[in-house]
């Protein structure tokens, strides 16, 4: 990895406040970290300590209470919701643990979907993303016609589809057996092996976050120890 490479991703002093009638929780107190382009990093963290919190932030899906994110450069803070959509559509992908595919549509319409919006679509690239994740025989099944795998595998090629400089993931296998988590991990690490992509994937898993090239933990709403104790590999 090379460390002068310049971040596609990073947040200062990060905060995130949850005002409520019990009183204000604190949810994220102050995140400091770089995702360059080609990592693979792993965020873990026990449940609640913020880890889909800090997802969100990153990729535009929700606004700080304080501190900056910069994708490539650019302060979140300073795009508009439209732009905001625009970036995530265009320029990030996201994995849930719960797939969110669209029931009525194929698999390939599922993955085709994101490209229309992003208007690029690229019918070549989305047979090779469909073969990559191994599903272009099951193309026009609906996704209640897939396995767990299967439907996680389809969300990964969606989230590909349109080329994003980084991929983010909120326990992608989090809701599949040993056996199938470990095989879309596996599919998981072979993606990013092919492409200049950049991953950021939360797990509860510390054995999966062993194939990533850092893992930051959250503890209480701070990375620990700070980001900056880890080395690349
Ligand atoms: N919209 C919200 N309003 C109030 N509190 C919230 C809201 N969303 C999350 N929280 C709280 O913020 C904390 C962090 O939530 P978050 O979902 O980021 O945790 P997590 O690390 O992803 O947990 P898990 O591993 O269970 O998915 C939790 O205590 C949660 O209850
Ligand atoms: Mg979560």
Known sequence: MNNGDRPI????????????????????RGVTLEIRKGEMVFVTGKSGSGKSTLLHLLGGLDRPSGGQILFEDEDLAEKSEKQLAKMR????????????????????????????????????????????VKL?????????????????????????????????????????????????MELLSELHKMELQSFLIVTHDEEMAKRGNRTLRLHEGILVPPEKTFSAV
């Not at 849930?96 to 194929?106: C, G, R, S």
């Not at 390939?108 to 019918?123: F, M």
């Not at 996704?143 to 595998?153: F, N, T």
């Not at 969300?155 to 057996?177: F, H, K, M, Q, W």
């Open 89 to 132: 559509s265009r320029r990030i992908g996201f994995v849930f643990q719960f797939y969110h595919l669209l029931p009525e549509l194929t698999v390939y319409e599922n993955v085709l979907l994101p490209s229309l919006i992003a208007k690029k679509q690229d019918r070549p690239w989305i047979k090779e993303v469909l073969k990559r």
């Open 136 to 184: 272009w025989s099951r193309r026009t099944h609906f996704p209640s016609e897939l396995s767990g795998g299967e439907k996680q595998r389809a969300a990964i090629a969606r989230a590909l589809v349109n080329r994003p400089e980084i991929v983010l993931c909120d326990e992608p296998t989090g809701n599949l057996d040993e056996e199938t988590a470990a095989s879309v």
């Open 9 to 28: 991703l990073a947040s200062f002093d990060l905060k995130k406040n949850y005002e409520m009638e019990s009183g204000k929780l604190e949810v994220l």
